[in-house]
């Protein structure tokens, strides 16, 4: 047994005990200057707290200059996946695709390396007492979704049982609750950022979208008590290439450039992010585009299919058109001007390369999952959009918890 999983192992029997000793009238603080999780102090009160000692040791760190989104892929079975479908009981049948009939698993194994130094690993412990009494929100559409999806499975995974955790349902919110450290992981509907008729968290349609560009209130109000906020809107815009919109009055529905309204809702918000963000007290990070593997001939020439049947990562270099580059310049030119910081999750390059990461035809379609007849004509029916979980997704929070890591280190906000 490694000390880390002795470690751990004491924890969890301390939890245990103080759960059944207590009834949840003690509060225990679990505090020590060398990691060492042992019950320092126990004081009454009504409800019980743990605390893990936050320490980030040298390997830790991400090294100044490294940038963590340029790498690749390694192969490690042996330690990934972090969680399973199995493990984690809050995944959405959108992304459980082996229990959906997926026979390879390869696509949970991969380990994103970066060039110039290593990741941390995972520590969903160190991840709650980063976030005690604080909420993190993810805001943006179904792939955003899952990514909150996996963020609660890798700490869920790493949480002792008696840890108390609850996922609400509060359309178009979905909380994740642990109590002990009065945290919670939060996600938000809201697939264009700004206000559109596609806001309500069920009954939506991407074939019928019109968006308000100069309007977030609606939104913003609900964003405006988390403490860090993870921002993502771009598969949405991409239907068609051009949406209708409103500016101002709302009788004055136009089609525009999908190119211009994206660059004017992204303003919309900028002027949200540098008028109502407070610096001191909230941190923000924004998500490039996930990338699509709709044409397989872009990286197999002569072939006309899509993810479907894909094992293996692209080994770089590879760029799809699916992943926009006048999206991507109008992100960073936004982004560039905002007062605040935000930082960018420059995830787009490092999940071009998964073309085997998709759900393919082991997710669904229209909140059903596909049938026999939909498998057997992936062409129409392979989702190679959505990523299956546990996999791509995992590797943007490992490097959100590095950058947190990081910040939290540093000793500026969180
Ligand atoms: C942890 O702390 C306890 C009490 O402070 C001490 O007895 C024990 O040796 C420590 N264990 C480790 C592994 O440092
Ligand atoms: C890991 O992959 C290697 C081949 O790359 C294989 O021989 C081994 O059995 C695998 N181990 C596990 C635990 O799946
Ligand atoms: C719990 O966290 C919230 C912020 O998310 C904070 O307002 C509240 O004071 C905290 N409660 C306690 C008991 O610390
Ligand atoms: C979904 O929304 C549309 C229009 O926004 C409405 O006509 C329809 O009744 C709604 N369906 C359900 C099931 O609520
Ligand atoms: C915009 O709305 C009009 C009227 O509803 C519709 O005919 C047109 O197809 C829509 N344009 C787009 C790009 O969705
Ligand atoms: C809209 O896009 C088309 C093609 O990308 C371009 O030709 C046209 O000039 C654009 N219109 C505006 C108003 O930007
Ligand atoms: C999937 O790929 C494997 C190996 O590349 C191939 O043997 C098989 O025929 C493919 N299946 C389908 C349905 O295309
Ligand atoms: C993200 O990284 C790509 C290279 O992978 C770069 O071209 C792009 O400008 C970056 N985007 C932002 C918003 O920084
Ligand atoms: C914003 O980030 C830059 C670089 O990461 C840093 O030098 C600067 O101090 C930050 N500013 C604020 C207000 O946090």
């Known amino acids: 047994m490694t000390t880390l999983q002795h470690r751990r192992i004491h924890l969890l029997f301390r939890l245990a005990v103080a759960a059944v000793l207590t009834l949840g009238a003690a509060r225990v603080i679990l505090d020590n200057l060398r990691n060492n999780y042992s019950i320092l102090e126990w004081t009454i009160s009504r409800r019980y707290s743990i605390r893990v000692p936050i320490e980030v040791s040298v390997d830790e760190e991400i090294e100044e200059g490294c940038d963590v989104f340029q790498g690749r892929w390694i192969w490690e079975n042996a330690t990934y996946p972090l969680y399973t479908e199995q493990s984690c009981p809050f995944l959405v049948k959108q992304t459980t695709c082996t229990r959906n009939g997926r026979l390879d698993s ?74 002990e450290f009065n945290a919670s992981i939060e996600y938000y509907w809201a697939p264009f950022l700004v ?31 988390a403490h860090v906020l993870i921002f993502e809107s771009y598969i949405w815009w991409m239907y068609k290439p051009t949406i209708n919109a409103t500016y101002g009055s709302l009788d004055d529905v136009q089609e525009y450039n999908v190119t211009t309204a994206y660059r004017s809702a992204m303003e919309t918000w900028a002027n949200w992010v540098d008028s109502r963000v407070n610096r001191e007290t909230q941190k923000i990070f924004f998500a490039t585009m996930s990338p699509t593997h709709l044409w397989s001939w872009e990286w197999k020439h002569g072939t006309e299919g899509n993810c479907f049947n894909e094992t293996h990562p692209i080994e770089g270099p590879y760029w799809g058109t699916g992943s926009n580059l006048d999206i991507m310049g109008i992100v960073e030119d936004v982004l560039g001007r905002v007062k605040v910081n935000v930082t960018v999750l420059n995830i787009t390059q490092l999940s071009e390369y998964r073309k085997d990461g998709h759900a393919s035809i082991f997710g669904e379609r229209k909140g059903k999952l596909l049938t026999k007849e939909q498998r057997s004509d992936p062409k129409n029916f392979a989702d190679c959009i959505h990523w299956c979980l546990p996999g791509v997704p995992d590797t943007w929070n490992e490097i959100l918890y590095a950058l947190l890591l990081q910040d939290y280190r540093d000793q500026s906000i969180i």
């Open 106 to 179: 390869f696509y949970q194994n991969w380990r994103w390396q970066p060039h110039a130094c290593d990741l941390p690993r995972f520590d969903g412990l160190k991840l709650m007492e980063m976030l005690r009494d604080k909420r993190l929100m993810f805001v943006g559409d179904s792939v955003q979704r899952s990514m909150f999806e996996s963020m609660i499975c890798l700490v869920d995974s790493a949480l002792p049982r008696v840890v108390r955790r609850s996922l609400q349902r509060i359309p178009p919110r979905k909380v994740f609750r642990v109590e």
């Open 195 to 225: 206000e559109s008729i596609s806001d309500h968290a069920t009954n939506h349609t991407v074939m019928k979208r019109s968006v308000k560009l100069d309007s977030v209130a609606k939104h913003s109000k609900e964003w405006e008590g």
